[in-house]
């Protein structure tokens, strides 16, 4: 069978790890293109890749090209003269429904890792996906295009862990609470792990899955100590994300929760931000009659995240907390995946955040390069699909799954590798 083309867009820190991990898995495909509008962005990702030496055949290179990811004409033209088969969307989120369609038009299959955005709303209503995504749900069906949405972690392996969960653990699910902490360091005095411009805009309304109903309640208004594997006890906060609009349809829970862990210190400058306008997504005029995006301004002042990668230490724990009932018994189950951010520099030069993000992308494209059910031949979110295949391959290409089964009297009876 020939081996199906492939195309990485965006060359941020996520495109980073994943071109890394494509290089190491490049006998699975044909040709491998990684597509940024900054071709220079491409050129420093590929000499990492040499510096390291990861490609696991030395003479199947990636080759970079240029490509403007909101431009839908440019990009089937390129799609099309590149003959690519998948295109894994690593770009911002404000790309996704641009390369969405540009597939859709070529015939490549599709899979990004965040839900899409516009620039001029924050924090939509829910559930999110149908605003953008699933309105294309039929016109991938009918065209048989396998389109696989949120195959980072959070959204993504979180999804697998629930679906996991209830193939695997429970007849019923009562609650998912999804933990997201980094308890690294990378000495700055503050910068966000990913594209600041997203990160704050994921943080400005609160709306989650409680009783089989959206609640939509103010930002950092709910916390609470958690005591994680590895890193300990870390302070985590209520937060909307993704993943919840997703599986409140797709996995039948009573709650679906977010948590994800902040410092005291992220905190008093996030607010700060907030308080004074300066995470605002609504242009403004200075003295001098010049229009500037306030959150745009933030972002260019903070370090690029790519930059944390060298001196980062410690490491991050991210997993689906879930409780319900097996057999006519209470049960509760963490999974998880803990990764060290030295570890993941060592290897491809980065750090956790990105490692975690973009290593399930690569496993979702050789899942659907081998054919079989994640070559859905329509539109999915990750929860839809197999878990068992996705967690294993993670598992030999860097992320491995762990698990720890707790009695409600909240003693850890067991710990476990998958």
Known sequence: MEKKNLLLVGAGGVGHVAAHKFAQNN???????????????CQEILESIERKKNYKDPSKKIQATQVDALNVPELVK???????????????????????????????????????????KVCENPPWYANYEWKREGRCKEKGITAILGAGFDPGVVNAYAAYAKKHFFDTIDTIDIMDVNAGNHGK???????????????????????????????HSEKKVHDFPVVGKQTIYLTGHDEIHSLSKNIDANSIRFWMGFSDHYINCFNVLKNIGLLSEKPVKTAEGCEVVPLKVV????????????????????????????????KELFLYNVCDHKACYEEVESQ???????????AAAILVARGGDWDAKKMVNVEELNPDPFLDLLKDIGLPTETIKVSYSKKPSKHSKK
């Open 78 to 120: 390129l799609m099309k003269y590149l003959k690519i088969s998948i295109t894994v969307n690593l770009a911002s989120a404000f790309c996704n429904m641009s390369i969405l369609e540009a597939c859709i038009e070529s015939g490549s299959a599709y899979i990004d890792t965040a839900i899409h955005e516009e620039p001029h």
């Open 352 to 362: 956790a955040i990105s490692y975690t993000a973009g290593v399930p992308a690569v």
């Open 27 to 41: 006998d699975l495909f044909g040709n491998v293109y990684l597509a940024s509008r900054s071709l220079d962005s």
């Open 299 to 330: 972002k260019a002042c903070l370090p690029d995240p790519k930059t944390l990668a060298p001196n980062y230490t410690g490491n991050t724990c991210i997993g689906d907390l879930i409780m319900g009932m097996k057999n006519g018994r209470r």
């Open 189 to 219: 005095y503050f910068a966000t792990n990913f594209d600041p411009e997203i990160n704050f805009r994921e943080f400005l309304k609160v709306w989650t899955w409680v009783n089989k109903q959206w609640v939509c309640k103010p930002i």
